[in-house]
Nanobody, 116 residues
């Protein structure tokens, strides 16, 4: 089973930046599609970004141009660079690793708080 761990959350002022990391254990990391989700208080979890095994990316409209997903297969890690952060970006950010067989493994999340 793939173990997924998110790190990099914290408190940042509006307009600031953070980089989240998603580390996934196990072999064949390069074949995993990695998705970033977030869940704000009293809201449903929503998809933020996806990076496929070939490196192609997809972003939710509200983060386009501000967030960038990248992957380092040698380090078994996917990153989410978040710039120009807004208070509405405040949420717990989760990482999901999806194998080619359709098995999904989630991390426990990392909290991002955007506040002055």
């Amino acid at each position: 089973q793939v173990q997924v761990v998110e790190t990099g959350g914290g408190l940042v002022q509006p307009g600031g930046s953070l980089r989240l990391s998603c580390a996934a254990s196990g072999s064949a990391f390069n074949l995993l599609a990695i998705s970033w989700y977030r869940q704000a208080p009293e809201k449903q979890r929503e998809l933020v970004a996806v990076i496929a095994s070939d490196g192609s990316t997809h972003y939710e409209d509200s983060v386009k141009g501000r967030f960038t997903a990248s992957r380092d297969n040698g380090e078994n890690t996917v990153y989410l660079q978040m710039n120009s952060l807004k208070p509405e970006d405040t949420a717990v950010y989760y990482c999901k690793a999806l194998s080619q067989s359709g098995t999904a493994n989630w991390g426990k999340g990392t909290l991002v708080t955007v506040s002055s």
